[in-house]
């Protein structure tokens, strides 16, 4: 059986190895997972309960009309976006809503940039479109370096990458930078792509989305999902906000990739929306283990910056992250995952996620911390 070049050149995630490894073993601690460990919101369980029967068809490419009409309203009070129904296209999550934006906006050889380090499942997608990612440098504060960021751009560049509050490093992008992106956008006719997904998961940071600037209605695509802010990570609900003509350009990729969102999903998404006191919940809670776990990785000789969004410490360590990742897994049974897997600006840093309940993150800190002490 042939096996196209395409697929054997894509990376193989060591991320995906420590949660399976995590999954069958459990001794382990896993800090590794990317979802919250929260149900779904109550309301949204029952709703989905009562509307399973009438479920069984397919939605529009685009998404369910009741769905995009709430979507407009949501993102016009709380992200400043103004637009039309006919400008969301409702996808599998908001990480197929990014690859119909790349599909729709860039062909290949066409160059995309991205801070780096950035979320693991951004440069190979890209490279299945046969799109060439180019990487930036992120400053100590884990913002874009916009000095470096104007070197990057050539002929061939169409659009920029962001992902705020950002998955790895829980950085909330200020508006000075968002400001300072906006201009780079306008002024060599690029795309941004803002990946919004921990958007509602933010401690005493504003999140900003670029959208909402001046002069970006027509060169900024929107994503945001339902997978973190509401624990709805299984329903895979997701969204673009898009300028119409590329919208359009979406949804007719959409046709030929997966047709539509889960009916069931989208159905219980408008009733997700109205779930805010869930969410608040949710974040109060990650606010504690955040804590928790930045002053016992600063304590145990693990530099850690605190991070303003998301659910990830972005933590400095000595030697190799991948060999360390291993040796721990091996030794005291805790999963992290290696900044080199987010891109060579992860080197020599490992994620931990606090989307685990407090008494884990103190039990993982304790067997770290025995950990370092034996190196």
């Not at 460990?37 to 068809?57: C, E, G, Q, S």
């Not at 599998?92 to 066409?110: R, Y």
């Not at 995309?112 to 380090?117: F, L, R």
């Not at 350009?249 to 109205?274: C, D, E, N, W």
């Amino acid at each position: 059986m042939h096996i196209s070049e395409r697929e054997q050149e894509l990376p193989e995630a060591m991320i995906e190895k420590l949660i399976k490894v995590a999954s069958e073993d459990k001794r382990i601690i896993s800090l590794g997972a990317g979802e919250p460990d929260f149900p779904a919101p109550p309301a949204v369980v029952a709703y989905a309960r009562k509307m399973m029967a009438k479920a069984n068809h397919y939605s529009p490419p685009a998404g369910r009309k009741d769905l995009r009409e709430a979507l407009t309203k949501k993102v016009a009070k709380e992200n400043g976006i103004k637009c039309s129904p006919e400008q969301v296209v409702v996808t599998n999550g908001s990480q197929e809503a990014l690859m119909l934006a790349a599909a729709s906006t860039l062909d290949a050889t066409e160059q995309v940039i991205i801070p780096s380090p950035a979320f693991l499942g951004y440069t190979p997608m890209f490279e299945l479109l046969d799109i060439f990612p180019v990487f930036s440098k992120l400053d100590e504060e884990f913002l874009p370096d916009i000095d470096d960021m104007r070197k990057k751009i050539t002929k061939k560049t169409k659009a920029i990458l962001i992902c705020t509050p950002s998955n790895p490093t829980g950085a909330v992008y200020p508006r000075k930078t968002l400001e300072e992106l906006a201009d780079i956008a306008i002024e060599n006719d690029l795309m941004v792509f803002s990946d919004e997904a921990y958007e509602k998961i933010t401690y005493g940071a504003k999140h900003i989305s670029i959208a909402s600037l001046n002069g970006m209605a027509e060169h900024a695509v929107t994503f945001q999902s339902f997978s973190k802010s509401y624990a709805m990570c299984g329903y895979r609900l997701g969204y673009a906000i898009a300028p119409p003509k590329l919208a359009a350009a979406m949804r007719k990729i959409h046709v030929y990739s997966t047709i539509s969102a889960p009916t069931i999903s989208q159905m219980v998404g408008a009733k997700a929306l109205t779930q805010s006191a869930y969410t608040k919940k949710m974040v109060k809670e990650y606010d504690k283990r955040r804590r928790t776990i930045v002053s016992r990785l600063n304590e145990i000789g693990l530099e850690t910056r605190m991070p303003q969004g998301a659910f990830y410490t972005f933590s400095k360590m000595h030697g190799d992250d991948r060999k360390f990742a291993v040796k721990l897994l091996k030794k005291e049974k805790v999963a992290v995952v290696p900044g080199s897997e987010f891109g060579q600006g992860g080197e020599g840093h490992i994620r931990c996620s606090y989307a685990t309940s407090y008494e884990k993150i103190e039990k993982a800190m304790d067997r770290i911390e025995r950990f370092l002490n034996r190196r």
